[in-house]
């Protein structure tokens, strides 16, 4: 009989949960805002836990940012005007993702630029190595010595 | 051929000292983008005298620090007795932004450990802050005549920062 209980308890429990959900969703023009406000919050650090955007961060300063983004998304600002606002104030180094700047030119090509260090360094490795000469021919005291040892006459530790 | 051979290491060391060069340095530093830039404009209630206001416009053409802080502010207390000596000094004037505060716990704290502020005004929701670029308390800038930001120390002001760069700056300024 005790099953029969459980499957009630399971029953009830998902007969709740599609309630709960509904709580939750936003509607209208609310939930497109809900959503650009998540994506720009990705977008930027938070300055007191550096490794976390302000979507991800519990502190103090990243509720506030979430909140300064809303505000801003509810009076009419575009995504870049946001941007510009946080930049103007905490600088780069709130984007996750750095302009391409005079500055941060190192930063982009970096990558690119290693690759073809390291392409361009093993062209030229092939290339000297095919176009270098044929091992020298042995001189006639090597070749001699050679005949010896295939001939078994000389000692091999010696 | 040889130095050919030394190439790899060479690129090594390098790296290595950047990335030793990094290890001393203080990520939570971050270089503000308001150095040379209008000091963002608010007005503000005062702590004290919460019916009058101040902002930065009623300071223009003079020399003044701003130090954020707040009475949860750990940071703040370990800073505190500079602040009051420079206070009792009376070179320059130091307005206070008590940063996301109680203004009955603020005013507690100022009598508790001294009140070295000309001024202190709340900012209550940290709004100002933000727009002012604070992340940490303890925060301190040092604006111009124009009402220009100068400086900015992140984190609690040290003897060695005074001494050496906020101090001879704001004289510098005066004279200017």
Known sequence: ?158 | MRLKLLAPLAVFIVICGFLLIGLWRDPREVPSPLIGKPAPAFTLAQLHEPAKTLGPADLKGQVWLLNVWASWCVSCREEHPLLVALGKANIVPIIGLDYKDETTAGKRWLTDNGNPYTTSVVDRDGKVGIDWGVYGVPETFVIDKAGTIRYKQIGPLTAEALETKIVPLIRELQKS
């Open chain 1, 1 to 158: 009989m005790r099953w029969r209980a459980l499957l009630l308890a399971l029953a009830l429990a998902a007969a709740g949960a599609p309630a709960l959900a509904a709580e939750a969703q936003p509607t209208g023009r609310d939930s497109v805002a809900a959503a650009r406000a998540v994506k720009l919050s990705e977008k930027l650090r938070c300055l007191v836990c550096q490794n976390q955007s302000i979507a991800d961060s519990n502190a103090e300063l990243a509720q506030d940012l979430r909140g300064q983004i809303r505000d801003q998304i509810g009076a009419g600002k575009t995504d870049d005007e946001i941007v510009a606002y946080m930049v103007a104030r905490y600088g780069d180094f709130v984007l996750y993702e750095p302009p391409l700047k005079a500055t941060t030119v190192l930063l982009w090509a970096g990558p690119a630029l290693l690759i073809l260090g390291g392409f361009v360094g093993l062209v030229r490795f092939l290339a000297a190595r095919r176009a270098a000469p044929p091992s020298p021919e042995l001189s006639p005291e090597e070749r001699q010595r050679a005949e010896r040892l295939l001939a078994g006459s000389e000692d091999t530790a010696a």
